[in-house]
């Protein structure tokens, strides 16, 4: 299994957005410590979501950066990325480490302790945690969790935990006191004016 990068580009797919300007922008700066995940919306067609994964999978290659697919499984097989992303609304982890097989990197949300240690005892390769704060980007989120929550679950578990929800390179140092590995961003890099500027502060904050 490839080491897991600390900083988690989540695509931003909304209309308006241009995610592969936006990943072509960070790759140079965070190169191998950037993971990115696939993000499609839900009314994304299977096709789109492949060619977007196929044509990300390209642009991560030179760089060693590692591309993961979230909630479609078979889109992350057939484009091969390697890996994928799961959270309560998809495949049970066990399940998602079946499909993808065991060299794969398997990423499960969780939010509290007790599903983290389930997660990870079903095969996950690392938890996305949160939302440590609220977001826009997302609706139908819990309360946020702060760094309390993150806190809670590092501590409950063995596997990377990466912060996730309105995170910005202000917040790392405290994240990473928390027990955070890593972080995943979607406004803190699409939205930002420069965002090969955001991805160096945020590398920076989680690798001093
Ligand atoms: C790193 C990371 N953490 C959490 C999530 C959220 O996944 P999920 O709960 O399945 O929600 P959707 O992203 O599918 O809407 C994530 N994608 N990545
Ligand atoms: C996709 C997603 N999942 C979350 C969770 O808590 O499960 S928060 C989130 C959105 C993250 O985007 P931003 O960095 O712009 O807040
Ligand atoms: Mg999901």
């Known amino acids: 299994m490839p080491s897991l990068g600390r900083l988690h580009l989540i695509t931003d797919t909304r209309p308006g957005r241009d995610p592969l300007a936006v990943l072509q ?14 993000r499609v919306e839900d009314a994304t067609t299977d096709r789109e979501a492949y060619d977007l994964t196929r044509r990300v999978v390209a642009l ?6 590692t591309c993961l697919v ?4 078979h889109v992350a097989l057939a484009a091969g990325a390697a890996g994928g992303h799961v959270g309560a609304d998809d495949l049970p982890v066990a399940a998602a480490r079946r ?12 939010r509290e302790p007790g599903s983290a240690v389930a997660a990870t005892t079903a095969g996950a390769s690392y938890l996305g945690v949160g939302p440590y704060r609220a977001t826009t980007t997302k609706d ?6 702060g760094a309390a929550g993150v806190q809670a679950v590092a501590g409950a ?24 590995y890593g972080v995943a961003v979607v406004g803190a890099l699409s939205g930002a004016t420069d965002p090969a500027r955001a991805a160096a502060a945020l590398i920076g904050a989680l690798t001093c």
Do not use: F, K
């Not at 922008?25 to 696939?38: C, I, K, S, T």
């Not at 139908?140 to 969790?145: R, V």
């Open 25 to 38: 922008a960070v790759l140079p700066v965070a190169r191998a410590e950037l993971v990115v995940q696939v």
């Open 60 to 65: 991560c290659q030179p760089y060693d950066v």
């Open 70 to 73: 979230n909630d479609r499984l």
């Open 99 to 110: 499909v993808l097989g065991p060299a794969a990197v398997l990423g499960a949300t969780a």
């Open 140 to 145: 139908g989120l819990p309360p946020a969790i």
């Open 157 to 180: 578990v063995g596997v990377p935990v990466i912060a996730i929800g309105a995170v910005t390179a202000e917040h790392v140092p405290a994240l990473r006191a928390a027990g955070a």
